[in-house]
């Protein structure tokens, strides 16, 4: 009889959880509280709590109680898959903004945004210049008198369309970055992520440069903002001082803003209130999970949250990989290292000390994306062997090492292989392209063709040394 699976949340990782449980031949039911799509799930329906059941240490299931349209249900689970994320709970500390208590006009968390018409002829400001903030800001100034864009510490901004027009995750996510970046002291990345950063516009002139460039912050993708900010059309301010009834007056800038909305873009916060702290207990924006996923204390691996990361990469693909990993843990044909090596795992990340080398990933949930991604693979025997390959198949090898970090790598080898993904590999370019090449065009050949070959084979080299020697 197939194991039954409990999977929380219909998101990108609740769905990649169903299709990996699908293919191990688990049974996975979904619960999911809001009324988005159909097939295998239950909706509108709310986890109201799951607990051990009373031989757990047996037989590691779990009773989960849901509640749909009033009515309690329980059922019985042989593990539960959590994948709510880490954007549940809409974080809106008003405290920290005086006088907002007596402010008249209107304020809500950026979550309630739906669209920009509420800003026609308005007054704006937006609090927080993380992506959302920065998107509803660039939106409302298309339409309201005036925007601000309030920010504590800065950010850098990037454009979607990087280096010679390709997309900036195809070229500053792959294996030989990766592997440079992670080579080179963090004071050294740092300096290069701040040139690159300011080779397409220079932050500090429009006010928008990070404060602590010593940790890792997620970058702002927006390719609209800097022609917004230096047409006037948005403002970027410091934190806010204090808020009146109908205006706002900025740290460092004396002057009152006249203010009719206010946004507070302020990130969100998780939590498991279905769960008890005895299963997993949220402490500093973190729970103690092995590998971000496994409760390190159970004595029965039946339970794993999915998607609880923020890698500097998709989630899609990381929740993805985490659920293969999961299913064959639970079917058994992956084992777990001793508790106490787990929990000494766990405890390490916690402290959140820096290598020193690479990119600084010392905030709560951060991991490298293609480290932590190949970790995974390792556990699966579907992480591809590039020294093998650039012996028996250099082409691919070349493209996997030097091309972009795509999931078609993840399925070269091991469970879940697919036939495709060699092709898929060396052909991807073609694919992202052909929506642009809408017109055809006449290329004229280049005549340092040969000196890239060269350069290429020498770099090669360079890397087959520095990975294997």
């Known amino acids: 009889m197939a194991k039954r699976v409990a999977i929380v949340g219909a998101g990108v990782s609740g769905l990649a959880s169903i299709k990996c449980c699908l293919e191990e031949s688990l049974e996975p039911t979904c619960f999911e509280r809001s009324d988005d799509l159909g097939g295998l799930w239950r ?261 794993a949250v999915i998607g609880l990361i923020k890698p500097l990469g998709s989630i899609i693909p990381t929740g993805e990989t985490q659920a293969r990993w999961v299913v064959r843990v639970l079917k058994g044909i992956n084992k777990l290292p001793p508790q106490s090596v787990m929990i000494e795992e766990v405890n390490a990340r916690k402290e959140n000390k820096p290598s020193g080398f690479g990119l600084c990933y010392c905030k709560a949930l951060q991991a490298d994306y293609i480290t932590y991604i190949d970790e995974l693979l390792t556990y699966i025997n579907a992480k591809p062997n590039l020294f093998s390959m650039l012996l028996m198949d250099p082409r691919l090898g070349l493209t996997i090492f030097f091309g972009p970090f795509t999931p078609y790598q993840f399925r070269l080898t091991g469970p879940g292989k697919w036939e495709g993904a060699r092709n898929a590999i060396l052909t991807q370019w073609d694919r992202t392209f052909k929506v642009t090449k809408t017109r055809s065009v006449q290329e004229s050949p280049s005549p340092f063709a040969s000196l890239l070959k060269l350069l290429s084979l020498l770099a090669l080299l360079m890397a087959i040394f520095l990975i294997f020697l």
């Open 43 to 303: 909706f509108t329906t709310k986890v109201c709590s799951v607990t051990k059941c009373p031989d757990f240490t047996v037989t590691g299931q779990w009773e989960v109680v849901t509640q749909h349209e009033g009515k309690q249900e329980s059922a019985i689970f042989d593990a539960v898959m959590v994948c709510t994320g880490f954007l549940t709970d809409p974080y809106l500390p008003l405290d920290s903004f005086p006088g907002i208590n007596t402010f008249k006009g209107q304020y809500f968390h950026s979550r309630q945004y739906k669209y920009p018409n509420i800003f026609k002829d308005k007054r704006v400001l937006v609090v927080g210049m993380g992506n959302s903030g920065t998107d509803i800001a660039v939106e409302a100034s298309h339409l309201a008198e005036k925007v601000f864009l309030s920010t504590t510490g800065g950010a850098w901004v990037i454009s979607r369309v990087f280096d010679s027009g390709y997309p900036w995750d195809m070229v500053f996510t792959t294996r030989f970055q990766n592997m440079f970046r992670n080579s080179l002291p963090t004071p050294i990345v740092n300096w290069l992520l701040a040139r690159k950063m300011n080779s397409w516009f220079h932050h500090a002139n429009y006010g928008l440069v990070p404060e602590d460039r010593t940790q890792l912050r997620e970058p702002v993708l927006n390719d609209e903002l800097p022609g917004r900010i230096i047409t006037g059309k948005v403002l970027i301010k410091p934190s806010i001082k204090e808020v009146k009834e109908n205006s706002v007056i900025f740290n460092n800038t004396p002057k009152e803003e006249p203010i009719d909305i206010i946004v507070f873009a302020t990130g969100y916060t998780f939590a498991f209130p279905f769960l008890d702290e005895s299963v997993v207990k949220v402490e500093n924006g973190q729970a103690s999970l092995y590998k971000y996923i496994f409760p390190a204390h159970l004595p029965k691996p039946t339970l």
